[in-house]
């Protein structure tokens, strides 16, 4: 059975490439980089698949997916066919995960679990709201987490968030780190607008610089001192700043 193909810019892949985008400027603050990170990644959906393919494309290795059944922990790593194995997962309309560890007989099923339990570098929640709460959270940094992402809205818990934010390891809230698909919409109707077609590579070009832009701002807004950015501090202060920006350019003040 082929696997479904779909085109970049693809708005939910945009998403998981902007995550890694984002992850990434977040590492290079802190003279780190992807290459030989194990990284976990929960969902199965196109915003998992776009961040399991930069992932990969960064020298990373993506050791979970997840779905409403459980996750699968493949210590080979999740690249080549077993991303497009996520497709095909998806577009059986099963939604579920179980069936890859029968395709892939060296990775592991858990039933009715998430992947926060696992030893990884990485997190990226890119599934659904509040999947990851306290004790995820603190049993990511026992296992020596040093950086989350997320990928979809609001995954994480306020109580997890605050593990984080003690802990002071690197963590992106939602508003700015899965910012990619807006982006790549927004950038979709400027070229409507000027009647251009860019070719995939130049959309993920600008969805990069966009993603490397925002990174900056909450740096900005956010450090705290040479060791540490608050990130969620830095995305609503540069997040108010913007607003408030446009509102004095239209007079609204």
């Not at 990069?208 to 705290?224: A, D, L, P, T, Y």
């Not at 995305?235 to 239209?250: D, T």
């Amino acid at each position: 059975m082929a696997a479904p193909q779909a085109t970049f810019p693809n708005p939910d892949m945009a998403t998981g490439f902007g995550v890694v985008y984002f992850a990434d400027e977040m590492l290079k603050n802190v003279g780190q980089n992807f290459e030989g990170k194990r990284v976990a990644i929960s969902g199965f959906g196109n915003v998992a698949w776009g961040a399991a393919i930069k992932v990969n494309e960064l020298g990373g290795k993506v050791v979970t997916l997840s779905g409403p059944d459980g996750y699968i922990y493949d210590a080979d790593g999740i690249c080549d066919e077993k991303i497009n194995y996520m497709l095909m997962l998806r577009s059986s309309n099963n939604d579920i995960v179980a069936p890859y560890a029968r395709e892939f007989p060296n990775a592991i099923f858990y039933p009715g679990k998430r992947p926060w339990e696992q030893a990884v570098d990485i997190a990226l929640p890119c599934a659904t709201q509040n999947e990851l709460d306290k004790n995820d959270a603190e049993m990511l940094i026992k296992n020596g987490c040093i950086c989350v992402v997320e990928g979809a809205n609001m995954p994480s818990t306020p109580e997890a968030v605050k593990v984080f934010e003690d802990a002071k390891i690197l963590y992106a809230p939602g508003k700015a780190s899965n910012a990619g698909g807006v982006a790549t919409s927004g950038l979709e109707m400027s070229q409507n607008y000027m009647g251009l077609s860019w070719t995939s590579e130049k959309v993920d070009e600008e969805l990069h610089h966009i993603m490397v832009r925002i990174h900056e701002q909450c740096v900005e807004h956010g450090r705290v001192n040479d060791s540490y950015v608050d990130y969620v501090h830095g995305a609503n202060v540069a997040g108010f700043l913007k607003v408030a920006h446009a509102m004095v350019e239209q007079g609204i003040v």
